[in-house]
């Protein structure tokens, strides 16, 4: 079995937290993977100001440049494994493929210091505990409410989710009343401080799921999560959400997009500067321990609904094979058909129809983990939600979350002449139409996809190249049909492809093990 390798970076200046983060970290890492937790040489004691802040983005960005020219990271896109540069369809060949190398990174801070450096100096995926966080928290659930250290660090973070353009599905930021500093100094007290800040987001803005806007806070999650969870309100680890998505990620052989903003970068931080012309400090031999962690426990499996939205045999002939094709080994998936709806969703009447028979399938098909909608119009996804009590997913908002961690702004390629308006409408209701560089039609009909493969790649292709045009760096497929074109599209177009049906299937996984005190 191939290895995934995960570095995750301290982005201070002492080890004291590294210890306890890899201890954290071993329940999250899967048996046979491995994960390292580093420390910067020189950097702040803390990242809670516009200053310190600024000290550990560029620890971060010296410290990732040094580790690069040791080559343990691929020095560009030519050494990219090629899964990597688009595909969005699991592929496991792709892990591992960066030999003793990393395949992914983590900053472990919701400010995220270094994260844009990163992806510009390195050709494997990084993620930030903040970002992620911010783009993916909306999958649980219905209002989203960040809890920070202190004014400062909340004010900070609000500024953050802003530039990001994720911040209309946050309710607010609010501070907990200990610096970042002293969150481990008086554990209960801390504990005490995040229990009643959730409290009163909740009065304040009825919000349903809280997010710990502080990676320190870590150690206390469980604890916390176990009243709080009990009121009815989802917590949120950004660091074990972060190193979920990174597995997605790198099971998925996606990496972000590297050009446009971020520029793929060659010689770090000073290049062309006076500063270029000093000599590299010598860095700390980091990897002295060997390979990382391996104990990892079995996961649980994961029992994911997929609820076909279609009554077409054979147009979903293909689905169950791809759909367990599409997952990790622990992932289970079965697949529910509707007795009664449209033979594919390419107008609203049609959506309207198949949303009845999709919520009488999943109230009939047994417990499950987490259910996934298999039609890019998601339909029914909030009624299915109500009705079951269970969290559900659909392609189309888990492959635009995703999409924004990989790329400045996103572009969705769908079929028939409506879809560029619907699939706006869409994106708007997410709030993320500021990352959203627009949508396009083909003009091929769903139940034509597979007539001409051909044909169907090449216009997949041309309009997504428009989009790029537009400032798309990353491709959303609009149409879960399109599945099995996704790696002849992404190999034409050379940026991040995301398949949705994929993607929705891999971010379920995600939701219910996201929360590692809910041991899955």
Do not use: K
Not at 334 to 344: K, Q, W
Not at 450 to 464: L, S
Request: charged residues 20%.
């Amino acid at each position: 079995m191939d290895v995934a390798r995960y570095l995750v970076v301290n982005p201070v200046g002492t080890a004291t937290w590294d210890a306890g983060d890899t201890a954290y970290l071993r329940r999250l890492v899967a048996p046979g993977d491995e994960v390292q937790v580093v420390s910067l040489p020189e950097g702040p004691e803390a990242v809670d100001g516009e200053v310190r802040w600024a000290e550990a983005e560029y620890g971060v960005t010296r410290l990732l440049e040094g580790l690069r020219a040791r080559g343990l990271f691929a020095r560009g896109e030519e050494d990219a494994p090629a899964a990597r540069r688009g595909g969005g369809v699991a592929d496991t060949t792709a892990r591992g493929a960066g030999g003793a190398g990393y395949d992914a990174v983590l900053i472990n801070c919701f400010g995220d210091p270094g994260l844009f450096p990163a992806r510009e100096l390195l050709a494997v995926p990084v993620l930030g505990a903040g970002e992620t966080a911010l783009a993916l928290a909306p999958l649980f659930g219905e209002g989203v409410a960040v809890l920070a250290p202190d004014e400062v660090t909340a004010g900070m973070l609000a500024r953050y989710a802003r530039r990001l353009g994720l911040d209309r599905d946050i309710a607010a930021f609010f501070p907990i009343g200990v610096p970042v500093e002293a969150l481990e100094s008086e554990p209960e007290l801390t504990a005490a401080r995040v229990i009643g800040a959730a409290r009163r987001a909740r009065r304040r803005t009825g919000c349903r799921v809280v997010v710990l806007g502080c990676t320190g806070l870590a150690p206390l999650a469980a604890r916390v999560a176990s009243v709080l969870e009990e009121e009815g309100l989802t917590v949120l680890e950004p660091l074990a959400l972060a190193f979920r998505a990174a597995e997605v990620l790198v099971r998925l052989g996606l990496c972000h997009h590297r050009g446009g903003m971020f520029v793929a970068c060659g010689d770090g931080p000073g290049a062309g500067s006076s500063r270029s012309s000093s000599p590299r400090p010598e860095w700390p031999d980091v990897f002295r321990s060997g390979p990382g962690d391996r104990t990892g426990p079995e996961p649980e499996p994961v029992d994911v609904l997929l609820l076909n939205a279609v009554v077409s045999p054979g147009l979903l002939s293909w689905v169950p094979g791809y759909a367990r094709s599409a997952v990790s080994p622990w992932t289970r998936v079965r697949v529910a058909d509707i007795s009664d709806g449209p033979p594919c969703i390419e107008t609203f009447c049609q959506e309207a129809w198949a949303r009845p028979g999709m919520v009488r399938a999943a109230l009939q098909a047994g417990p499950f983990h987490v259910a996934v909608v298999n039609c890019f119009a998601d339909p029914a996804v909030r009624a299915l939600r109500e009705a079951t009590g269970a969290p559900v997913l659909g392609p189309a908002e888990s492959s635009c979350r995703l999409a924004v961690i990989l790329g400045r702004r996103f572009g969705v390629v769908s079929t028939g002449s409506n879809a560029g308006g619907w699939t706006e409408m869409q994106v708007r209701e997410m709030g993320l139409d500021a990352r959203c560089a627009g949508a396009a039609g083909i003009e091929v009909g769903v139940l034509a996809l597979r007539e001409d493969r051909g044909a169907t790649v090449a216009a997949i292709v041309q309009e997504a190249r428009r989009l790029a045009e537009r400032g798309a760096e990353v491709i959303v497929l609009g149409c879960t049909g399109m599945a099995e074109l996704a790696h002849e599209v992404a190999a034409q177009l050379g940026m991040p492809v995301l398949e949705p049906l994929a993607v929705a299937l891999n971010l379920a996984d995600l939701v219910a093990r996201a929360r590692p005190w809910l041991r899955r």
